[in-house]
């Protein structure tokens, strides 16, 4: 039997630990912790968080996770009670109840605000201690960029898509303002004695156009990890030809089923994934009532009563592509 590369065997084993999960926010607990980076690490200042110090300290993870799939009671109320709205907010909050109640590294603190003279210079997203001492400043980031289809291979291709946001000015701000957060003078004087060795939890999806995704040939840009969560993009008029034999059912996800794939959704996962599953005429009648780009999920049967997610992307207005690559080449 041919060998797996390890970046296979790492996906193989994500891919299994997330079958064994039937609760959608364990689900996309286990994605966040063991889904890999969008980011290769950027020494000197730019390194990557690691969850674990230790393949015990993995294990463990794994079979905590089963059994808290088992009963998420816990999980869920922290969701609740923290008013979960936005994915990068949910994220924090999955990320914060591992660091509490996970057998890996501990939360010393979260969400630290550092402020001078009255003004809020930044805040640091979590302070964690491992098992053996060494104590970590982490800056999460959950991103979802589409590549513009210029011919660069280039940070500033990857857009949000409303464009509002840029991988590269993101990745600047993460480098240059959040990672120095915890090494300033004035973060010493919060009491949480340091020094703090400070890392990035970048984790997300990367979507290609059509013509070109899931290809592994397509350049990427040297900052970006080879092995990131793969996705496309089209226009809406590429729809129908794309859509006819690419699924069995359609649905549209909402922001916070943007982490780990749905890849058991019968037809409502819990999470309010979809309140049904379409079909590929349905799913171009509902995003031709919406203005802007929709995250939308194929999905096929496991050959019993559940639906797995086959693949994601976005479908975008006709007009999206050349205002992107206007937006990416600014």
């Not at 294990?59 to 109320?77: E, I, K, P």
């Not at 302070?127 to 590549?147: F, I, P």
């Not at 291709?157 to 464009?163: A, H, I, R, S, T």
């Not at 226009?235 to 794309?242: I, V």
Request: net charge negative.
């Amino acid at each position: 039997m041919k060998t797996l590369e390890p970046a296979a065997n790492a996906a193989a084993a994500l891919d299994a630990l997330l079958d064994s999960l039937v609760d959608s926010a364990v689900r996309d607990l286990a994605w966040l912790i063991f889904s890999p980076d969008l980011l290769r690490a950027q020494p000197p200042a730019g390194m990557l968080a690691s969850p674990f110090e230790s393949a015990g300290e993995a294990s463990a993870t794994v079979a905590w996770l089963l059994a808290l799939d088992q009963d998420a009671h816990d999980l869920h109320q922290s969701l609740v009670d923290a008013h979960v709205t936005r994915l990068g907010r949910y994220a924090e909050c999955l990320l914060g109840y591992f660091l509490r109640h996970g057998p890996a590294a501990r939360l010393v603190a979260a969400n630290v605000a550092l402020r001078r003279a009255g003004r809020t210079l930044g805040e640091c997203d979590f302070l964690v201690e491992t098992a053996s001492g060494k104590r970590l400043h982490w800056e999460l980031a959950v991103k979802c960029y589409l590549h513009a289809g210029g011919a660069r291979a280039s940070m500033a291709d990857y857009v949000g898509p409303n464009l509002q946001d840029r991988f590269d000015l993101k990745f600047t701000h993460l480098l240059d303002h959040q990672l120095p957060l915890s090494a300033r003078e004035e973060f010493a004087s919060l009491g949480h004695g340091g020094p703090w060795d400070a890392q990035m939890f970048v984790k997300g999806w990367l979507f290609y156009r059509w013509s070109n995704a899931p290809d592994a040939a397509v350049q990427v840009p040297a900052e970006v990890h080879p092995a990131h969560a793969r996705g496309w993009w089209l226009a809406r008029s590429d729809l129908p030809r794309f859509a006819s034999g690419h699924a069995d059912a359609w649905a549209v996800l909402p922001r916070l089923a943007w982490l780990a794939p749905r890849h058991r959704a019968p037809v409502d996962d819990g999470a309010g994934v979809a309140a049904r599953l379409l079909g590929s005429d349905a799913l171009a009648e509902q995003l031709a009532q919406q203005s802007g780009p929709a995250m939308v999920a194929a999905f096929a049967r496991d050959g019993g009563e559940y639906w797995f997610e086959r693949s994601r992307g976005f479908v975008v207005p006709n007009d999206w592509p050349e205002r992107a690559l206007t937006f990416a080449q600014q």
